[in-house]
């Protein structure tokens, strides 16, 4: 096994105040999502409609990924709870959640703009149109998420006795366990970019509205079932269907799957 020192959650501090690894993911992922947003659509998108998409983003992203970890995954604690329900930076965001964050503030972006957003051809823009950008953006923020989930410690993997087990000297649980945020960050994060970014670059599917859209949420579903299987299920949930069978991530991802295939089929038959 391999044994490495406990990270603090701390990153940085800035005129007393903590940075949280986190908070930083998330920062770094905006970042470098909106520079590659503008250079995706730089044939629609100006300057000022990318920094209005990114701030509906930012809240889409994480009020629906806290809340999706709140109701997916521990409500009733949260009900006892409630105002914890706003201490984000000791982590807790469920990947589900941001998704239908993202979907639901890329369509008041869109309401908000109709008659304003034109491709160079003058067609209106849709909703679909923006997630097939995004999708290959997606990636980034999850690599980057995944990677402070295993400095936090947080959804370690199961317990193991092969040489990929990792133990943080001084924490609590000196149990090996796959590192399994690394894991989701590599299929998740990296292989799904290059997926995505491959699709985007050397297919024609990109002119198909949708299809890109439901190529990502069918792989990232495939990636996220396949880390599972290293990933220990929450300890207040546990497994949904058998010992060691069916998680509420797989679940989740079951469901995507097959939203994304119905996505893809209607753009397939539409265009």
């Not at 998108?45 to 970890?69: C, F, P, Q, S």
Request: charged letters at 10%.
């Amino acid at each position: 096994m391999i044994v490495i020192p406990q990270f603090s959650p701390i990153a940085f501090t800035i005129f007393g105040f903590g940075v949280h690894w986190y908070a930083l993911a998330y920062i770094v992922s905006f970042i470098i999502g909106l520079f590659m947003f503008k250079w995706m659509a730089r044939g629609w998108a100006t300057k000022d409609t990318a920094d209005d998409l990114l701030m509906y983003l930012v809240l889409g992203v994480i009020l629906g990924g806290r809340l999706g970890y709140v109701i997916f995954y521990n409500l009733s604690y949260y009900l006892a709870h409630p105002l914890e329900i706003l201490a984000i930076w000791q982590g807790g965001m469920a990947f589900h959640g941001g998704l239908i964050g993202v979907i639901i503030a890329v369509w008041l972006f869109c309401y908000n703009r109709r008659g304003v957003l034109h491709t160079p051809a003058g067609a209106s823009i849709e909703p679909l149109q923006i997630f097939d950008t995004l999708s290959v953006i997606f990636p980034i923020g999850i690599f980057f998420g995944r990677i402070a989930n295993f400095i936090n410690m947080e959804v370690m993997g199961r317990p193991t006795d092969s040489t990929f087990g990792v133990v943080f000297y001084g924490a609590a649980d000196q149990v090996a366990r796959y590192p399994s945020p690394l894991f989701q960050a590599a299929l998740e994060g990296a292989l799904l970019f290059i997926i995505m970014f491959a699709l985007w670059q050397f297919t024609r599917l990109r002119e198909r509205t949708g299809a890109l859209a439901g190529i990502f949420g069918m792989t990232y579903a495939v990636l996220r079932i396949i880390g599972e299987q290293f990933r220990a299920p929450d300890a207040h949930i546990g497994f949904i269907w058998g010992t060691s069978w069916l998680s509420m991530g797989m679940l989740l991802s079951a469901i995507m799957f097959i939203a994304g295939t119905a996505i893809f089929a209607c753009a397939i038959k539409r265009n």
